[in-house]
């Protein structure tokens, strides 16, 4: 099944303990993005990536991390997080960067 | 200005009624339109996607682009219960490389 798989789905936490959330997809997807998505602002984007090693960033990008080894994963990396970092995640992957994009299911996260 | 506006709703229509889904955009230079549907606690799913001017049907859905006047909208026919949900237009904003999303509109079809 194409899908694209984040984790761990919910987590809580403190401030300043680095955390990672991972992505991946299984659909040989070019092109993967991380947004995030807060009530009355819509989904934003943070960091997306082109391809293997190429990543840039996105509307959001302070206080987040992310890297590109391979082509299936993304990770999102928060090395000290914040209380304002607290919201919902999702990564997403298109085949060649189209609007097209396949959504994970998301990750909920808050900072305590 | 935002980029992409979107009016939040809710928008409430009886089942079996048109759904009429409004969207506007800042960036003339703009290519590529997207509408995806969000259920309360899931994720988007693309629905629609429109490149041209004109009319894209697919199903209950027509996507409707009018480049000139920066709008695009979503009607859905014959709208039923399942069809409440979040609809999100997204735009492909200089180049390939950024997607911006409207804050979406609430949509609610009664029994």
């Known amino acids: 099944e194409a899908q694209v798989t984040q984790n761990p789905r919910y987590l809580i936490t403190v401030t300043g303990k680095k955390l990672t959330v991972t992505c991946s997809q299984n659909?040989?997807?070019?092109?993967m993005s991380w947004y995030r998505q807060d009530p009355g602002l819509g989904l934003r984007q943070i960091y997306y990536?082109?391809?293997?090693?190429?990543?840039d960033k996105g509307d959001v990008p302070e206080g987040y991390k992310v890297s590109r080894k391979e082509k299936r994963n993304f990770p999102l990396i928060l090395e000290s997080p914040s209380p304002n970092q607290t919201s919902l995640y999702f990564c997403?992957?298109?085949?060649?960067?189209?609007?097209?994009?396949?959504f994970g299911p998301g990750t909920r996260l808050t900072v305590l | 200005q935002k980029e992409v506006e979107q009016n939040s709703g809710p928008l409430s229509v009886p089942e079996g009624a048109i759904a009429s889904l409004n969207c506007t955009y800042s960036?003339?230079?703009?290519?590529?339109f997207f509408w995806y549907r969000q259920y309360s606690g899931k994720s988007p799913e693309l629905i629609m996607s429109?490149?041209?001017?004109g009319d894209k049907e697919d199903g209950r859905f027509t996507a409707q682009l009018n480049k000139a006047s920066q709008y695009v909208s979503l009607l859905i026919r014959d709208s039923q219960p399942s069809d409440s949900a979040t609809y999100l237009c997204?735009?492909?904003?200089?180049?390939?490389?950024?997607?911006?999303f409207g804050t979406g509109t609430r949509l609610l079809v009664s029994p």
């Open positions: 429109i490149y041209s001017n």
């Open positions: 997403a992957s298109s085949l060649s960067g189209s609007g097209e994009q396949f």
């Open positions: 960036d003339r230079g703009s290519q590529s």
């Open positions: 997204a735009v492909n904003m200089r180049g390939f490389q950024k997607l911006v």
């Open positions: 659909m040989n997807h070019e092109y």
């Open positions: 990536s082109m391809n293997v090693e190429v990543t």
